[in-house]
């Protein structure tokens, strides 16, 4: 089998990147984006095809790993995009909760945003190449560091960031919003880029 990672998603495969996202992710995004067939509408529609690196085995997509910056995200949307989906009244109180969790991007941090590898391709170091590749473009930008966050149930991926040389930089504890996201705290973790 042969593995790539590029730089941006095919056109082909973005029904396939919203599948993995929302595995990855729909545990945390459930009672917000759901139901599972309207979240994935939503996901297709709002990719940014140029904020992400992929890992494509032998043409199937295997891993991905989105980015901010100011010209956008991976995956963001507009309250445009979630009356689509969701219609008025379910855009409304979806635009409020999903304006947490967030961070804005600054001159000095790059923010890597939704690292996701299939079940069957864990474990081969899929999600390693994937972060490499998001601060190895980190670095081509100019920026300093790399951060992002990670939810306190999700101790596999903190427990990765670490080995890649990524550490905690501060813990923000979510109140009553833990009910909708189902954890208590986000990480977030910051890697230092060098030339």
């Given at each position: 089998?042969?593995?790539?990672?590029?730089?941006?998603?095919?056109?082909?495969?973005?029904?396939?990147?919203?599948?993995?996202?929302?595995?990855?992710?729909?545990?945390?995004?459930?009672?917000?984006?759901?139901?599972d067939?309207?979240?994935?509408?939503?996901?297709?529609?709002?990719?940014?095809?140029?904020?992400?690196?992929?890992?494509l085995?032998?043409?199937?997509?295997?891993?991905?790993?989105?980015?901010?910056?100011?010209?956008?995200s991976?995956?963001?949307?507009?309250?445009?995009?979630?009356?689509?989906?969701?219609?008025?009244?379910?855009?409304?109180?979806?635009?409020?909760?999903?304006?947490?969790?967030?961070?804005?991007?600054?001159?000095?941090r790059?923010?890597?945003d939704?690292?996701?590898?299939?079940?069957g391709?864990?474990?081969?170091?899929?999600?390693?190449?994937?972060?490499?590749?998001?601060?190895?473009?980190?670095?081509?930008?100019?920026?300093?560091?790399?951060?992002?966050?990670?939810?306190?149930?999700?101790?596999?991926?903190?427990?990765?960031?670490?080995?890649?040389?990524?550490?905690?930089?501060?813990?923000?504890?979510?109140g009553p919003?833990?009910?909708?996201?189902?954890?208590?705290?986000?990480?977030?973790?910051?890697?230092?880029?060098?030339?």
């Open positions: 089998m042969t593995l790539a990672v590029q730089h941006g998603l095919p056109g082909h495969q973005r029904r396939a990147a919203a599948e993995l996202y929302w595995q990855a992710f729909g545990g945390k995004l459930g009672r917000v984006l759901g139901p067939q309207a979240a994935l509408t939503y996901l297709e529609r709002v990719m940014q095809q140029d904020h992400v690196f992929v890992a085995e032998d043409g199937h997509l295997v891993g991905l790993a989105g980015y901010k910056t100011a010209g956008g991976f995956v963001g949307g507009t309250a445009d995009d979630l009356r689509a989906v969701y219609g008025r009244a379910g855009a409304m109180w979806r635009g409020v909760l999903l304006r947490f969790p967030g961070h804005d991007v600054g001159e000095a790059f923010l890597m939704g690292v996701c590898v299939a079940y391709a864990r474990g081969r170091g899929i999600g390693s190449r994937l972060v490499e590749a998001v601060c190895a473009e980190a670095r081509r930008r100019g920026h300093a560091e790399v951060c992002l966050d990670v939810i306190d149930t999700n101790w596999r991926a903190k427990a990765l960031y670490e080995r890649l040389g990524f550490s905690a930089a501060g813990e923000d504890r979510i919003l833990r009910h909708v996201y189902g954890f208590h705290s986000v990480t977030t973790m910051v890697r230092r880029i060098t030339s």
